[in-house]
């Protein structure tokens, strides 16, 4: 069971970190495609906090330059360490 838990994580946030790069992808394109105009909105918005805190809205700059590549490094850490520290010996326990 334990074993079955371990890969549904690491699929649900792959998952997620292909949506997270496809819409960084899409944004840079978007921006390199209006000469790096970051006054004309994309589409997409990203808000500081977490949830069920909807706080100020990044600005696209903002956005494109931290706020996605900080979530990828976020995700890639899970993932990383979801494959890895089972591997080494420690083991999930479901209560």
Known sequence: MTDKVHWIVVIV?????????????KDLLFYRQNGWDFMEPSGHKMFHGGPG????????????LFG??????IFVVVICGSIFI????????IP
Not at 17 to 25: D, E, P, S
Not at 68 to 73: D, E
């Open 68 to 73: 996605y590549p900080l979530m990828i490094l």
């Open 13 to 25: 946030f792959g998952l997620v970190l292909l949506k997270v790069i496809h819409g960084w992808i």
């Open 53 to 64: 805190y909807a706080g100020p809205e990044l600005s696209n700059r903002n956005r494109v």
């Open 86 to 93: 089972p591997e080494q010996g420690l083991t999930w326990t």
